[in-house]
Nanobody, 123 residues
Framework: QVQLVESGGGLVQAGGSLRLSCAASGRTVSRYAMGWFRQAPGKEREFAAAITWSGGTNYADSVKGRFTISRDDAKNTVYLQLNSLKPEDTAVYYC?????????????????WGQGTQVTVSS
């Protein structure tokens, strides 16, 4: 079993930045693909970014160029740097893991999920 704990969310003004962290425990996730998803009130959970075990990345069009996903396998941690934040980025952000090397955009294909961290962007 893999446990994931997100942190780093908060309230920020439009144009600001945040860095989210996802700490994994229970197993090393160095051979897992990792993803970040987000869910706004009244909306379905949507893909934001993913990273393969070898460091390849994939982004949703809505965040491309503003968000950066990275991983530090020595710390068993994945990060999501959020820059140039917009009010529409307001959501609960979730970290997810899947035990395979390549990343996926689909919620149903991830095996493990964190509890989420709230990001609120004010205009």
């Amino acid at each position: 079993q893999v446990q994931l704990v997100e942190s780093g969310g908060g309230l920020v003004q439009a144009g600001g930045s945040l860095r989210l962290s996802c700490a994994a425990s229970g197993r090393t996730v160095s051979r897992y693909a990792m993803g970040w998803f987000r869910q706004a009130p009244g909306k379905e959970r949507e893909f934001a970014a993913a990273i393969t075990w070898s460091g390849g990345t994939n982004y949703a069009d809505s965040v491309k160029g503003r968000f950066t996903i990275s991983r530090d396998d020595a710390k068993n941690t994945v990060y999501l740097q959020l820059n140039s934040l917009k009010p529409e980025d307001t959501a609960v952000y979730y970290c997810a893991a899947v035990n395979r090397p390549y990343a996926t955009r689909y919620v149903s294909q991830y095996d493990y999920w964190g509890q989420g961290t709230q990001v609120t962007v004010s205009s």
